[in-house]
């Protein structure tokens, strides 16, 4: 039995622009907690990137200007990342890293940045920034408790054609097979636990591996504590 | 004609409504300015300004910086109309401005107009061609809900500039060292040289690892702090270059560092203090300040640092930080001065809301800022309030701070107690605005029951 689990943080020091970098400790604490090891392996620009030797792939928000930096490497591995999501990797993607799965970027200048290509849809840069806190049901959470995700979304544009399966009620998002999309910016993992249980219980069951949630720790008791504070009376978004 | 007349009823305004206000019992700092730009929007590009207008901004370092020039140009005698109350945006500015200037002859009544700005203020504020000199603390990451990113405030800067501009800039940070290669006119560049308070690597994330030029990753022989530090590109010219004002030995046992052959020494042992040291002591000897005059400024007349009243609890002294969220450096600075202090220590941090400006409950900040420096076994217990303590507790506890030291409080009320009870050593208190009044109240009820 794997007792293991490999994390890629790809462009650990150019895509972590809003605390992205507590995604990858929270997948870590929670792989551990289940007694599997976790190795991370922190992937700069320039280093040689390998698609198939991780079970976990993350990538965060940027700015844009390395958001294009990063796009301008990763065309290469183009057919790598798309056999790998296809093959059943799990890729957590996170804030505008999305938008590079997509066929392009259009900007305000009408110019357009050509995506990886992978997924159909597109990104449009918006007249002005994006910036609201966004609470959604995710009905994919086989449970009603934590089904409401906490989301904080900070980018220039929006996900334009996106016909694939969602994991919440609004575009920036996306599920196909093991491969999670979704716009929102910052810790998600850690703010959201019932959300990173469900993304580790389906790479544990992928694994062959056993995932008992362990909802005695404090992430929970902070996310509860938020719901109530923030969500239950709230009419954001 | 009717531009004069105009010009001299907007000053007219602005002074009588600054009397009114203070009739009232009111500030009065923001309102005049208002009324008057009502009546003349364009009045601030009539008035006649000083020889010097000199503004400086940045992410953090700004309010420091204006106040320590001011206190060395007035100690030469000159007269400096600043933004002491910090205020910048465009209605405040015009207070300032417009009662400090002459309603006949529109001409200011000040050797220097000093101000700490906002940048995205700046072009609405001044037309091209009044400020005379620029200086720019740092870029990092700030309140991102309103700023989104460090180099959307860095292009809002550059947007701000023009010919006429002498640009003072902190080459330590990559970004604005950008502007070296870019701006084609005066620039003068600060800095602090290797000290032994760096790293030699970070654990937390920095912005602008990479050569803006060729994206190869700088080599840092040194971080102060952040991605401020002493770096070049090993495969192209982007480098930190010669700096013109360098801070080298920099010692805050002593409170002591040197520029070139001047030794100075710091108001505050900390290292920021070195920063807004060494900008003072640049752009004093940019306004051909006598360089003794200078020195006198800051090492025999020092300037009083902000303090606020000191407290005490059961004979334990209570300081009271600042406590800057959403600006992971700042916040840092505050956790460094901590684990600098010898000997037992208690923190206190938290706070009710993420910010004073928006609703917005993002809560990323907290993932960038190095919690892990309190990792101190000095630190006796982390008492923690506030509508966020538990996203606070899994940060610490993602830093690998123990259980056991930390401490939640769920009523305010009980916090004294609970410190009198659970906690040994001198308290520093790191609470955001909206829990330091609430603080200093109930430590002023004990001073009272003391009293009685």
Known sequence: MKKVIKIAHIYHDLLNLYGENGNVRALRTFIERQGVDCEVHNISFGDKLDFSSYDLYYMGSGMEEAEYMALSELYDYKNDIKNAIENGKTFLITGNAMEMFGTKIRLRSTRNVAGLDIFEYNAVESESRNVSELFYECEELPIDEGRDVVGFKNCNSNIMNNTYDRMFKFPDNIHYKNFYGMMFVGPVCVRNPYFTDYILENLFDELGLKYEPRTDTIEYKAYHEFVNNFIRNSNLD | MVIRMRTTLAIMICKFVTFICHLFKKNGTVYPGERAIKFFPKVLGKIDYPEYVVVVTGSSGKGSSVSMIAHILENTGKKVIWNKSGSNILNAISTLVLNNTS??????????????????????????????????????RDQPARNAHPLMVFDSITENLDENIHLVLNVDDPVLNRIKYAYRNEITTFGIAKTKYDAKSLSYPVDFAYCPACHTKLEYSSYHYGHLGVYNCPRCSFSRGKVEYEAEAVDLDKGTFKIQEDELKLNKKVFFAVYYTTLAYTICNLLDIDREKILEGINEKMMETKRGKTYSLDNREIEMLESKNENALSYLQSLNYIKMQKGKKTVVMGFENV??????????????????????????????????????????????????????????????????????????????????????????????????
């Open chain 2, 103 to 140: 309603t006949f002859s529109h001409k200011m009544n000040a050797d220097v107009l000093l101000l700490e700005m906002d940048e995205r203020f700046i072009k609405e504020t001044f037309a091209p061609g009044t400020i005379t000199h620029l200086c720019i603390t740092n870029i990092t």
């Open chain 2, 355 to 452: 910010s004073r400006r928006y609703s917005y409950n993002d809560l990323s900040w907290l993932w960038d800022v190095d919690f892990e420096v309190l990792n101190d076994e000095q630190i006796d217990k982390i008492f923690l309030i506030g509508r966020f303590k538990y996203d606070v507790t899994v940060r610490l506890e993602y830093a690998g701070i123990k259980d056991d030291k930390i401490v939640l409080v769920d009523e305010l009320e009980n916090l004294l107690g609970s410190i009198k009870e659970n906690s040994k050593g001198k308290i520093f208190t790191m609470v955001c605005f909206d829990m330091t009044e609430a603080i200093t109240n109930l430590l002023k009820e004990v001073d009272d029951e003391k009293g009685n």
